[in-house]
């Protein structure tokens, strides 16, 4: 049953239900069972293949940039201790990614534009996995500050090209 809905194409133009050819496709000419046929299930044409590849980066870099500015909750105070972060400082640990990624979006839409989406993204996706794996090796509060800012900088370049290749590519 699976390999006739994947082999047999629906067939117009022509040619009659009673046909062998349209016997071929699961209808019963004999038995008088001439509803139409079912149309082939083309799921993995290669047009196909390309947009589930292109739906699952662009999820992965959607989860990327939120886990990024929010997975720091958890550990904040192991955090704190680790480098040695004040109480009153302890605000920049969000702020140093929100700021540049907030302040960064809409000119990265423009570079996009300009530069061309898929660049940019894979760009801004290159340099999201530099500046996590950066952030994770920092002892100081201001190496930490300056790479999460890298790190917001880099989102913002994931997350304007994000929207703009899953319209371009579903057209």
Not at 83 to 104: G, R
Not at 153 to 169: G, I, K, Q, T, W
Request: proline share 3%.
């Amino acid at each position: 049953m699976i390999a006739r809905l994947f082999s047999c194409k629906y067939r117009r133009g022509g040619r009659q239900q009673g046909t062998k050819e349209f016997a071929a496709c699961g209808n019963n000419a004999e038995s008088g069972d001439v509803s139409p046929p079912t149309p082939s299930l083309n799921l993995l044409l290669p047009s196909n293949v390309r947009v589930i590849v292109l739906a699952i980066c662009l999820a992965f870099g959607n989860l990327v940039s939120s886990l990024l500015s929010n997975s720091l909750f958890v550990k904040l105070d192991v955090l704190a201790d680790d480098l040695n972060i004040e109480e009153t400082n302890l605000q920049w640990v969000f702020n140093s990614f929100q700021l540049p990624f907030a302040c960064l979006v809409l000119v990265s839409g423009k570079a996009a534009d300009v530069l061309g989406k898929k660049r940019v993204f894979l760009v801004g996706a290159s340099a999201n996995v530099i500046a996590t794996l950066i952030t994770g090796f920092m002892k100081n509060s201001t190496g930490f500050f300056a790479c999460r800012a890298f790190a917001g900088v880099a989102s913002a370049l994931l997350m304007a090209c994000n929207f703009a290749l899953r319209r371009h590519e579903t057209k």
